[in-house]
């Protein structure tokens, strides 16, 4: 049975206890005579149809459609109530829904203005009438009701006593608690108008819920409708939905209270097709921009991005929505791409409307791009170098001369470290073992190993741990599924841990998808060697994972993939080698957002490691792009760092114009990012020359150097450095907070250094005078020297002193606690 569009619901997701109700409407009509029609748009260059195919199945079948026209300018327009629409034969058109006549094919049409365009509809089965589902029309009825969000009965206890499986997981489990978990059933199949499940929903007798439709809406009807019939179970025979599509696929709005209608379609295994826009949970992302109704339409509010997504049963899928302010003036900057990251970012600025900054300085470039790829400032001799420096391509000669030196291998031994928790665990691993994991990961990055090689070194590695240091991957966390959790966090990018107990509200990934991934990690043993510090990490073939609601053993199964054959391999090395696989959807574009959010400040997805659908990339094109090139470059690092590094995106100034001030998710310009804490410790010892002293390591050592991510200090711990629990991106810390102050003001940081160094006592006795020792200190801290206002102010601070030692250490002070030295810009 197919249900209409028009309804009273309740809730949306599991995070929202409470109902929103909305009003039922009439389809408005398709005639086109009628008064009040708005003018055709004059500069309008396409128009489309959705969806693109239509396919009527039975009697009762029914699809709505809408027509979208799009403007010279990328402004999209919903037009269905002013196009022209013909269709005839086998299908007519009511309002703006198409229903069945007969078997056979025809064509939907729509005419605005000049602009033509259709969709081919296929129509079978008409004098077939489906009995009510309980899978696929009762089922989807809890979903958009909000019945089994998390504030309701999908909650771990349920609620008064009767509980649903959240979001729906389970479907056998919720039709037994219907019909047969207790003594009064929920079900009167003699009476079905009086059966508990129904007399509730309409508040006919109490519901915490309250009233959630009228005793007369189709929603009442369809589940009296499932009870007279018997209310069985077609769980198992009943087909699965295999997509859903959300359409249009893209909007652009302009001007605030501006409406866009989204119709969702899905697929199922038997190859029929559903409107679903009556049972779909529409969602929007940023409802201050795009703000969605219960059946679909959506309402443009402030100039931004939203993402609007539908989901039904475990599918959730989404549609970029761009808000723009209407009739605001805009004149596209005119600058030449300096590569396919720039053409990219570039079109999505000019659909936006918005400017980017203009270039930075050359001083600016020289200490971004320094500390951004080798974590240190330049030196006097590099900035002059590089100053003096006339050439046109000198910024792509520093990145090379930047991107060969060690400390750009321990820059990024230190971010896998980090996601790999390369630590000391009490029991567990012994500081050897780590050491030799760490160096083999620095080793990686140095010698130029490409990444997808040396995942699948790490991913398949088996051995002891001192002859094979990869192995400690396998100890840093020992149960299995904790295991594929991080694996899938790190190398995919995506977070599994919400399909352990439940399928993925937000996201496609279900229980059987969590418990086939975690099977590939089922058969992994584990013994001491003979050194009890050293643990040999083996292929056991033995071994699987079992599903949590019915207990039964889970295969192999790559994500959102084929189910391979293992039966005679490694798992993991099988898995491994999916993984790093230019065909798999996920890996190279997670790394290459990772490296991107590196050099940016933010990823095109941000989170970085918590990509899904209700989370999309920013700029898709370029996530996909960036993806692709990693592949090209057969996943060399440095190759896509020159790529970045070299672009106008990255080049920027931080300082913003009328367009791009709001503006932190398109890389219109740089953002003002503070220096990681081990980075930021390792600046401060190199500016005032007094090294620090860590365990292991010899005097003058880096942080960066830090192999144990157990080990810290009172400064890294401040400042954020990563404690190394989890694989989350976001345990290293960037965020300045009011103890950073505290400790660089009145603690021993600074003022000890610049003491314990003697810089200022070194220059004078070298013979600079206090206006060149001023010089030498913004050059070290700051990459630039003092404008004419601030020597003048310092000059009035120091004095005519001969050596004005305290005076000079002050202004030492006073840079090294200054914002300017604890950020990049």
């Given at each position: 049975m197919?249900?209409?569009?028009?309804?009273l619901?309740?809730?949306?997701?599991?995070?929202?206890?409470?109902?929103?109700?909305?009003?039922?409407?009439?389809?408005?009509?398709?005639?086109?005579?009628?008064?009040g029609?708005?003018?055709?748009?004059?500069?309008?260059?396409?128009?489309a149809?959705?969806?693109?195919?239509i396919?009527?199945d039975?009697?009762?079948?029914y699809?709505?459609?809408?027509?979208?026209?799009?403007?010279?300018?990328g402004?999209?327009?919903?037009?269905?109530?002013?196009?022209e629409?013909?269709?005839?034969?086998?299908?007519?058109?009511?309002?703006?829904?198409?229903?069945p006549?007969?078997?056979?094919?025809?064509?939907l049409?729509?005419?605005?203005?000049?602009?033509?365009?259709?969709?081919?509809?296929?129509?079978?089965?008409?004098?077939?009438?489906?009995?009510?589902?309980?899978?696929?029309?009762?089922?989807?009825?809890?979903?958009?009701?909000g019945?089994?969000a998390?504030?309701?009965?999908?909650?771990?206890r349920?609620?008064d006593?009767?509980?649903?499986?959240?979001?729906?997981f389970?479907p056998?489990?919720?039709?037994?608690?219907?019909?047969?978990?207790?003594?009064?059933?929920?079900v009167?199949?003699?009476?079905?108008?009086?059966?508990?499940?129904?007399?509730?929903?309409?508040?006919l007798?109490?519901?915490?819920?309250?009233k959630l439709?009228?005793?007369?809406?189709?929603?009442a009807k369809?589940?009296?409708?499932?009870?007279?019939?018997?209310?069985?179970s077609?769980?198992?025979?009943?087909?699965?939905?295999?997509?859903?599509d959300i359409?249009?696929?893209?909007?652009?709005?302009?001007?605030?209270g501006?409406k866009?209608?989204?119709?969702?379609?899905?697929?199922?295994?038997?190859?029929k097709?559903?409107?679903?826009?009556?049972?779909?949970?529409f969602?929007?992302?940023?409802?201050?921009?795009?703000?969605?109704?219960?059946?679909?339409?959506?309402?443009?509010?402030?100039?931004?991005e939203?993402?609007?997504?539908?989901r039904?049963d475990?599918?959730?899928?989404?549609?970029?929505?761009?808000?723009?302010?209407?009739?605001?003036?805009f004149?596209?900057?005119?600058?030449a791409?300096?590569?396919?990251?720039?053409?990219?970012?570039?079109?999505k600025?000019?659909?936006?409307?918005?400017?980017?900054?203009?270039?930075?300085?050359?001083?600016?470039?020289?200490?971004?791009?320094s500390l951004?790829?080798?974590?240190?400032?330049?030196?006097?001799?590099?900035y002059?170098?590089f100053?003096?420096?006339?050439?046109?391509?000198?910024?792509?000669?520093?990145?090379?001369?930047?991107?060969?030196?060690?400390?750009?291998?321990?820059?990024?031994?230190?971010?896998?470290?980090?996601?790999?928790?390369?630590?000391t665990?009490?029991?567990?691993?012994?500081y050897?073992?780590?050491?030799l994991?760490?160096?083999?990961i620095t080793?990686?990055?140095a010698?130029?190993?490409?990444?997808?090689?040396?995942?699948?070194?790490?991913?398949g590695?088996?051995?002891?741990?001192f002859?094979s240091?990869a192995?400690?991957?396998?100890?840093?966390?020992?149960?299995?599924q904790?295991?594929?959790?991080?694996?899938?966090?790190?190398?995919?990018?995506?977070?599994?841990?919400?399909?352990?107990c439940?399928?993925?509200?937000?996201?496609?990934w279900?229980m059987?998808?969590?418990?086939?991934?975690t099977?590939?990690?089922?058969?992994?043993g584990?013994k001491?060697?003979?050194?009890?510090?050293?643990t040999?990490?083996?292929?056991?073939?033995?071994?699987?994972?079992?599903?949590?609601?019915?207990?039964?053993?889970?295969?192999p199964?790559?994500?959102?993939?084929?189910?391979?054959?293992?039966?005679?391999?490694?798992?993991r090395?099988?898995?491994?080698?999916?993984?790093?696989s230019p065909?798999?959807?996920?890996?190279?574009?997670?790394?290459?957002?990772?490296v991107?959010?590196?050099?940016m400040?933010?990823?095109?997805?941000?989170?970085?490691?918590?990509?899904?659908?209700?989370?999309?990339?920013?700029?898709?094109?370029?996530?996909a792009?960036?993806?692709?090139?990693?592949v090209e470059?057969?996943?060399?690092?440095r190759?896509?760092?020159?790529?970045?590094?070299?672009?106008?995106?990255?080049?920027?100034?931080s300082q913003?114009?009328?367009?791009?001030?709001?503006?932190?998710?398109?890389?219109?310009?740089?953002?003002?990012r503070?220096?990681?804490?081990?980075?930021?410790?390792?600046?401060?010892?190199?500016?005032?020359?007094?090294?620090?002293?860590?365990?292991?390591?010899p005097?003058g050592?880096?942080?960066?150097?830090?192999?144990?991510?157990?080990?810290?200090?009172?400064f890294?711990?401040?400042?954020?450095?990563?404690?190394?629990?989890?694989?989350?991106?976001?345990?290293?810390?960037?965020?300045?907070?009011?103890?950073?102050?505290l400790?660089?003001?009145?603690?021993?940081?600074?003022q000890d250094k610049?003491v314990?160094?003697?810089l200022?006592?070194?220059?004078l006795?070298?013979?600079?005078?206090?206006?060149e020792?001023?010089?030498e200190?913004?050059?070290r801290?700051?990459?630039?020297?003092?404008t004419?206002?601030?020597?003048?102010?310092?000059?009035?601070?120091?004095?005519?002193?001969?050596?004005?030692?305290?005076?000079l250490?002050?202004?030492?002070?006073?840079?090294?606690?200054?914002?300017e030295?604890?950020?990049?810009?």
């Amino acid at each position: 049975m197919k249900i209409p569009a028009t309804f009273l619901i309740c809730g949306l997701i599991a995070a929202m206890a409470s109902f929103a109700v909305g009003a039922k409407t009439s389809s408005p009509s398709s005639d086109l005579a009628s008064a009040g029609k708005p003018a055709l748009v004059a500069d309008v260059v396409s128009l489309a149809v959705y969806p693109p195919e239509i396919v009527l199945d039975d009697g009762d079948d029914y699809q709505g459609v809408i027509a979208v026209a799009t403007r010279a300018n990328g402004v999209t327009l919903d037009v269905s109530d002013q196009v022209e629409w013909s269709v005839d034969g086998a299908a007519r058109l009511d309002g703006k829904r198409l229903l069945p006549v007969a078997d056979g094919a025809t064509v939907l049409r729509a005419a605005y203005g000049t602009h033509q365009a259709e969709a081919p509809v296929k129509v079978a089965g008409v004098a077939e009438h489906p009995a009510v589902s309980f899978r696929h029309d009762v089922m989807p009825i809890f979903l958009r009701g909000g019945c089994n969000a998390g504030g309701c009965h999908g909650s771990s206890r349920g609620k008064d006593g009767f509980r649903l499986s959240l979001f729906g997981f389970d479907p056998a489990g919720d039709h037994f608690r219907i019909t047969r978990e207790q003594a009064v059933r929920r079900v009167s199949l003699s009476i079905p108008e009086e059966s508990l499940l129904i007399t509730k929903v309409v508040g006919l007798v109490p519901h915490t819920g309250g009233k959630l439709f009228e005793p007369d809406s189709v929603y009442a009807k369809t589940l009296r409708d499932w009870v007279a019939a018997g209310a069985v179970s077609d769980v198992a025979a009943a087909p699965t939905v295999t997509r859903v599509d959300i359409f249009p696929p893209r909007v652009v709005m302009e001007g605030e209270g501006v409406k866009q209608q989204y119709i969702a379609v899905a697929h199922y295994s038997d190859g029929k097709t559903r409107d679903i826009g009556d049972l779909a949970l529409f969602m929007s992302n940023n409802e201050s921009s795009a703000a969605i109704d219960a059946n679909g339409l959506a309402t443009a509010g402030a100039r931004g991005e939203a993402f609007v997504m539908a989901r039904f049963d475990t599918h959730t899928v989404g549609s970029q929505t761009l808000v723009l302010p209407q009739g605001e003036e805009f004149v596209p900057k005119e600058e030449a791409p300096a590569n396919y990251i720039d053409e990219l970012v570039g079109a999505k600025l000019r659909t936006m409307r918005i400017n980017p900054s203009d270039i930075c300085s050359d001083e600016e470039f020289l200490r971004r791009v320094s500390l951004d790829v080798a974590g240190q400032l330049p030196t006097r001799a590099e900035y002059e170098h590089f100053m003096n420096d006339s050439s046109p391509q000198k910024r792509a000669a520093k990145i090379d001369e930047l991107l060969e030196r060690k400390e750009f291998a321990e820059i990024w031994a230190l971010k896998w470290s980090e996601l790999l928790m390369v630590k000391t665990v009490p029991n567990r691993i012994e500081y050897k073992p780590m050491f030799l994991y760490s160096q083999w990961i620095t080793r990686q990055i140095a010698n130029g190993v490409p990444l997808d090689e040396m995942v699948r070194n790490l991913l398949g590695a088996s051995g002891g741990s001192f002859s094979s240091p990869a192995v400690n991957f396998y100890q840093i966390e020992e149960t299995t599924q904790k295991t594929a959790e991080n694996v899938a966090q790190i190398f995919l990018g995506t977070r599994l841990q919400c399909a352990q107990c439940h399928n993925h509200p937000f996201d496609r990934w279900t229980m059987d998808d969590y418990y086939s991934f975690t099977a590939f990690f089922a058969q992994i043993g584990r013994k001491t060697a003979e050194d009890y510090r050293e643990t040999i990490i083996f292929d056991q073939r033995g071994g699987e994972a079992t599903h949590l609601v019915d207990g039964r053993p889970m295969k192999p199964k790559f994500l959102g993939a084929a189910e391979p054959d293992v039966s005679t391999r490694d798992r993991r090395v099988v898995l491994a080698e999916w993984i790093t696989s230019p065909e798999n959807p996920y890996f190279a574009v997670n790394v290459a957002n990772r490296v991107w959010a590196h050099f940016m400040g933010v990823g095109i997805v941000e989170p970085v490691d918590d990509v899904r659908v209700s989370n999309p990339a920013s700029n898709p094109e370029l996530h996909a792009k960036l993806g692709a090139k990693l592949v090209e470059y057969k996943y060399d690092l440095r190759q896509l760092i020159r790529d970045i590094c070299n672009s106008h995106a990255y080049q920027r100034s931080s300082q913003p114009n009328a367009t791009n001030e709001t503006d932190s998710r398109n890389f219109a310009r740089s953002q003002v990012r503070r220096i990681p804490a081990e980075v930021l410790l390792d600046c401060l010892c190199a500016v005032t020359e007094a090294p620090e002293k860590y365990p292991g390591l010899p005097m003058g050592a880096r942080a960066v150097q830090i192999a144990d991510g157990g080990l810290s200090t009172y400064f890294l711990t401040t400042f954020g450095r990563a404690p190394r629990v989890t694989v989350c991106a976001c345990e290293a810390k960037s965020e300045p907070t009011l103890s950073q102050a505290l400790h660089l003001l009145n603690g021993s940081a600074v003022q000890d250094k610049i003491v314990q160094g003697k810089l200022v006592e070194t220059l004078l006795d070298g013979g600079k005078q206090p206006n060149e020792v001023v010089d030498e200190i913004y050059l070290r801290c700051l990459g630039r020297k003092p404008t004419a206002e601030e020597a003048t102010r310092l000059a009035e601070l120091y004095g005519a002193g001969e050596k004005p030692v305290g005076e000079l250490q002050d202004v030492f002070w006073a840079v090294l606690n200054s914002r300017e030295f604890l950020f990049n810009k």
